[in-house]
């Protein structure tokens, strides 16, 4: 487990074992992704006197940090909206299931015996999770269904994860009602620190999403990687199968989500907003 020695002298402790309306503000930005106070307010039962008093607090304490809100299409006059997310600091008041002894471990692993080593430990890890939530998504028989089961999964074991129908990425073909997919967004990672040093693990446990799920994934963006969010785009065709007009969806499965569309997952907080 991560080692919280002084947690008690640092302002994020409050945060750490959820004590407090402001252990609130945070843990609800953790879980929804870059909010605005209204929606934060709203959710809290707060007045928006108050939030804000919050809010500002957060960020005195290098907690939460606010960002200019992302908009598609034309905006309306006015100044654009601000939302407010969480930073590493504030992620770190969470408790993680981490430490320093893990990541020397892999960092070991990976000089004696290569990255392939790692990625079959990363592998066995996710192995267990997969065993444990295969009965789970088995009882889902629309693949939305499915994935909605594997997010509420995921939030049992602190990954604070949702579920929902997500826009259509690249080229679709027009009329088919699975060409947008699926989303799953996790809001938080246990392992995020020691992910950002070995990818492996995010890629061992996309893998597993997709064997799960019974159909093509791919991770869009993640935590470890310093996004907001890990975003992972379901498909709407099971493995080796595609669509009713026997189309394949690109920008998908088959190319690379251009960056463009990645930073505003980033900076929106997922497309599930």
């Known amino acids: 487990m991560k080692n919280v020695r002084g947690l ?24 929804l992704g870059p909010s605005t106070a209204g929606t934060l307010g709203g959710r809290l039962g707060l ?31 006015g100044r654009p909206a601000k939302v407010f997310v969480i930073t590493d600091a504030g992620r770190s008041a969470f408790e993680h299931a981490y430490d320093d002894l893990a ?35 088995a ?21 604070a994860a949702s579920a929902g129908p997500a826009p259509a990425i690249g080229p679709q073909v027009i009329g088919s009602p699975a060409a947008g997919g699926e989303q799953l967004c996790q809001h938080h990672c ?28 791919q991770r869009l963006a993640t935590i470890a990687h310093g996004d907001g969010i890990c975003t992972t785009h379901v498909t709407g065709h099971p493995h080796g199968k595609s669509g009713a007009t026997g189309a394949v969806v690109p920008g998908v499965t088959n190319e690379v989500v251009p960056e463009e569309t990645l930073e505003g997952i980033a900076e929106s907080g997922g497309l599930l907003k």
């Open 8 to 31: 008690a002298a640092d302002p994020g402790a409050q945060l750490a074992s959820e004590r407090g309306t402001r252990g609130q503000v945070a843990r609800l930005i953790l879980e």
């Open 139 to 159: 009882n889902g028989t629309t693949l939305a269904e499915r994935v909605d089961a594997l997010a509420q999964a995921l939030s049992a074991d602190g990954y």
């Open 47 to 77: 007045t928006p006197a108050a939030i804000r008093r919050h809010l500002d607090s957060l960020i005195a304490e290098g907690l939460i940090e606010t960002r200019t809100a992302r908009t598609y299409g034309n905006r309306g006059r």
């Open 190 to 217: 246990p392992v995020a620190h020691v992910a950002a040093e070995f990818p492996q693990l995010c890629e061992a446990e996309t893998e597993a999403f997709g064997r799960l799920l019974g159909t093509p994934v």
């Open 103 to 137: 990541t020397s471990a892999l960092r070991f692993l990976a000089e004696t015996a290569g990255s392939e080593a790692v990625a079959d430990f990363a592998r066995r890890q996710v192995a267990d999770l997969e065993h444990r939530y295969a009965p789970v998504l």
